[in-house]
């Protein structure tokens, strides 16, 4: 069983940051592809950033490519997302996802085995 918990997010400024944690048990943290997906009120839940297994190769939605900055620890089976110049539409319900990994990386085509409970993340203008 592979549990994921997010951490970090809250209120914050535009312009402000915010770093996410999501925290993973288990033993098998450095062989799942990893992802950061958003979910604002009334519409579909979105990838913001994915990373595979290995740290080698990323990918970032438009939205939030040059302003956010996944990350992994795979020693402290953790994955991070560093949030900088935040804009309101960046408010969301942010969640972090984790899948075995594949032999060719497809971060969007992913279906994911297991996904956090969540953090809100809102930014005021």
């Known amino acids: 069983q592979v549990q994921l918990v997010e951490s970090g997010g809250g209120l914050v400024q535009a312009g402000g940051s915010l770093r996410l944690s999501c925290a993973a048990s288990?033993?098998?943290?450095?062989?799942?592809?990893m992802g950061w997906f958003r979910q604002a009120p009334g519409k579909e839940r979105d990838i913001v950033a994915a990373?595979?297994?290995?740290?080698?190769?990323?990918y970032y939605a438009d939205s939030v490519k040059g302003r956010f900055t996944i990350s992994r620890d795979n020693a402290k089976n953790t994955l991070y997302l560093q949030m900088n110049s935040l804009k309101p539409e960046d408010t969301a319900v942010y969640y972090c996802?984790?899948?075995?990994?594949?032999?060719?990386?497809?971060?969007?085509?992913?279906?994911?085995?297991?996904w956090g409970q969540g953090t809100q993340v809102t930014v005021s203008s």
């Open positions: 288990g033993r098998s943290f450095s062989t799942f592809d």
């Open positions: 990373m595979r297994y290995n740290g080698i190769t990323s």
């Open positions: 996802a984790a899948t075995y990994t594949r032999g060719t990386y497809n971060p969007v085509s992913n279906v994911y085995d297991y």
